[in-house]
């Protein structure tokens, strides 16, 4: 980068926290989906004020900014495409109040989720939102993402749990939106806006979040099927019954297989289906709503049904699903994630038009997810060295995303647009859609320099492209 910026930036911050050797801009060169790009720098701010002036810098000299977490995305968010400035916000993290009193937490971007979770356990709150990586990932890059996990289909999403914001705009002024009231209709709801954009609009400085008070009780089950469509009608029925489970989480027979594999434990491997259903809330209903969903499982053939009776026997039957991640990364060096999502109703269609593409690519396409709430994770398990077998996966990708649409689903369910999906934009939204989109972006970022080259596909992109 030019000597003359670097001595700029080196007047808004300690020199330190300006990263210009290779071997440190490399290790921000990725995030967990695909693709490698060396951005020119990497920044470290620690406050809303410096954040703000490298934003100025950035528009003077036009330099593209990429705010970034903890870079497990899925979809290419933090990614520096067109080189430039990473801004690492996952060193924000001195703020994790707990307000017992009005039920919030205000809390700095780079904060661990988990921390979250665990925070306000302690005092008998919750905060819901937990993606499979909230060990890891940023609270910032929850709320980018509109994150969300097993407990969605309950409790909602992110989105559900953001309130308030300090941000800074792209062109460098800092604003707050919404606050620390539930209820807020003041104006247009920015709050919204921001939460989910994939960090094309604004850089999160500080979010406040809603709690709520812990369930008291809850109780766990698996239920193993020979036939998926069976798993398929047990899910219905029990949505059906006015139970709502705070989880339903599904895994087919290939992640069966490769759990089993991986770390055997007497997964049926015959079983085309696998189930785990959890409940929480008041314990003498948690009780009898466990015991309906087992009932519920056993009327549609399960091939087996356990419910845990204590939380060894619980986080037991949640090691299977856990181990989905770990396992299904051993069928191949390259996972290419995909979080297609369709109406509850339509999962059974889903599942089918998911084994058709299989068979007709050929390939290692593994499906496990929230079926709850109709979003599915079909995973490709393959090797980037193999363009052949890359070429393939480019075409899945595209029916994948074909099917769901088609289904009257979404292209995302929780893991965003970023740079994977963005040639389908208009497939799902419109032309118009996508117009209204981009005036929105273009008002608050005139010089596309925050995270350019997200969500939106660049000219000429209109497939995945992998290869
Ligand atoms: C093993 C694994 C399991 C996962 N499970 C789930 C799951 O169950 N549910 C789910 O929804 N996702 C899941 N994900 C995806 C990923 O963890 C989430 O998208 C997460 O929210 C990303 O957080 P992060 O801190 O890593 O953000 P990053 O990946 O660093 O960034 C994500 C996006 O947020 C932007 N961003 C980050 N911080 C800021 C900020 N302060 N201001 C402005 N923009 C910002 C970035 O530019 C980028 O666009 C999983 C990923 C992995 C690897």
């Given at each position: 980068?030019?000597?003359?910026i670097?001595?700029?930036?080196?007047?808004?911050?300690?020199?330190?926290?300006?990263?210009q050797?290779?071997?440190?801009?490399?290790?921000?060169s990725?995030?967990?989906?695909?693709?490698?790009?060396?951005?020119d720098?990497?920044v470290?701010?620690?406050?809303?004020?410096?954040?703000?002036?490298?934003l100025?810098?950035?528009?003077?000299?036009?330099?593209?900014?990429?705010?970034r977490?903890?870079?497990?995305?899925?979809?290419?968010?933090p990614?520096p495409?067109?080189?430039?400035?990473?801004?690492?916000?996952?060193?924000?993290?001195?703020?994790?109040?707990?307000?017992?009193?009005?039920?919030?937490?205000?809390?700095?971007?780079?904060?661990?989720t988990?921390?979250?979770?665990?925070?306000?356990?302690?005092?008998g709150?919750?905060?819901?939102?937990?993606?499979?990586?909230?060990?890891?990932?940023?609270?910032g890059?929850?709320?980018?993402?509109?994150?969300?996990g097993?407990?969605?289909?309950?409790?909602?999403?992110?989105?559900?749990y953001?309130?308030?914001?300090?941000?800074?705009?792209?062109?460098?002024?800092?604003?707050?939106?919404?606050?620390?009231?539930?209820?807020?209709?003041?104006?247009?709801d920015?709050?919204?806006?921001?939460?989910?954009?994939?960090?094309?609009?604004?850089?999160?400085?500080e979010?406040?979040?809603?709690?709520?008070?812990?369930?008291?009780a809850?109780?766990?089950?698996?239920?193993?099927?020979?036939?998926?469509?069976?798993?398929?009608?047990?899910?219905?029925?029990i949505?059906?019954s006015?139970?709502?489970?705070?989880?339903?989480?599904?895994?087919?027979?290939y992640?069966i297989?490769?759990?089993e594999h991986?770390?055997?434990?007497?997964?049926?491997?015959?079983?085309?289906?696998?189930?785990i259903?959890?409940?929480?809330?008041?314990?003498?209903a948690?009780?009898?709503?466990?015991?309906?969903?087992?009932?519920?499982?056993?009327?549609?053939d399960a091939l087996?049904?356990k419910?845990?009776?204590n939380?060894?026997?619980?986080?037991?039957l949640?090691?299977?699903r856990?181990?989905?991640?770990?396992?299904?990364?051993?069928?191949?060096p390259?996972?290419?994630?995909?979080d297609?999502?369709?109406?509850?109703?339509?999962i059974?269609?889903?599942?089918?038009?998911?084994?058709?593409?299989r068979?007709?690519?050929?390939?290692?396409?593994?499906?496990?997810?929230?079926?709850g709430?109709?979003?599915?994770?079909?995973?490709?398990?393959?090797?980037?060295?193999?363009?052949?077998?890359?070429?393939?996966?480019?075409?899945?990708?595209?029916?994948?995303?074909?099917?769901?649409?088609?289904?009257g689903?979404?292209?995302?369910?929780?893991?965003?647009?970023?740079?994977?999906?963005?040639?389908?934009?208009?497939?799902?939204?419109?032309?118009?859609?996508?117009?209204?989109?981009?005036?929105?972006?273009?008002?608050?970022?005139?010089?596309?320099?925050?995270?350019?080259?997200?969500?939106?596909?660049?000219p000429?992109?209109?497939?995945?492209?992998?290869?």
């Open positions: 980068m030019d000597a003359k670097i001595e700029e930036l080196s007047r808004i911050m300690s020199k330190e926290r300006i990263l050797n290779v071997a440190d801009r490399y290790s921000y990725f995030d967990a989906s695909f693709g490698e790009y060396l951005p720098v990497v470290q701010p620690q406050s809303t004020e410096e954040i703000s002036q490298l100025q810098l950035a528009n003077r000299y036009k330099i593209p900014v990429y705010p977490g903890a870079a497990t995305s899925l979809s290419g968010g990614l495409v067109q080189g430039g400035m990473v801004l690492d916000m996952s060193q924000m993290k001195e703020k994790l109040i707990i307000d017992k009193e009005n039920l919030l937490a205000i809390v700095s971007p780079g904060v661990i988990a921390d979250i979770h665990q925070k306000a356990e302690e005092v709150l919750y905060y819901p939102p937990d993606p499979s990586s909230s060990h890891v990932s940023t609270i890059g929850n709320l980018l993402e509109n994150s969300s097993p407990k969605g289909l309950k409790y909602g999403t992110t989105k559900d953001v309130i308030g914001l300090e941000v800074v705009t792209p062109t460098g002024e800092i604003m707050r939106t919404g606050g620390k009231t539930v209820k807020n209709v003041t104006g247009y920015l709050t919204r806006l921001i939460v989910g954009s994939e960090g094309t609009l604004a850089v999160v400085t979010a406040i979040l809603k709690l709520i008070p812990k369930p008291p809850r109780k766990t089950m698996m239920a193993t099927f020979k036939r998926l469509v069976d798993s398929g009608y047990a899910i219905t029925r949505l059906q006015g139970i709502l489970p705070s989880a339903l989480e599904m895994m087919d027979q992640c297989q490769a759990v991986y770390r055997p434990s007497g997964l049926p491997v015959e079983a085309e289906a696998l189930i259903i959890e409940v929480d809330g008041h314990p003498k948690v009780e009898e709503e466990i015991h309906t969903c087992a009932e519920i499982c056993h009327q549609h087996e049904v419910v845990a009776n939380e060894e026997e619980r986080q037991t949640w090691q299977a856990r181990m989905v991640s770990p396992a299904i990364s051993k069928l191949g390259t996972k290419i994630s995909e297609a999502t369709v109406p509850r109703s339509k059974p269609d889903m599942m089918e038009h998911l084994r058709k593409i068979e007709k690519y050929q390939l290692n396409l593994v499906v496990f997810g929230h079926a709430d109709g979003n599915l994770h079909p995973n490709i398990l393959t090797d980037k060295r193999n363009k052949e077998e890359m070429k393939r996966v480019e075409d899945a990708i595209g029916e994948i995303f074909e099917a769901a649409l088609a289904l689903g979404t292209l995302s369910g929780e893991h965003g647009i970023g740079t994977l999906k963005a040639p389908y934009l208009k497939r799902e939204l419109g032309e118009t859609g996508v117009i209204m989109m981009k005036k929105i972006k273009e008002a608050w970022d005139p010089n596309h320099i925050l995270n350019p080259g997200k969500i939106f596909p660049q000429g992109q209109n497939k995945v492209v992998l290869t």
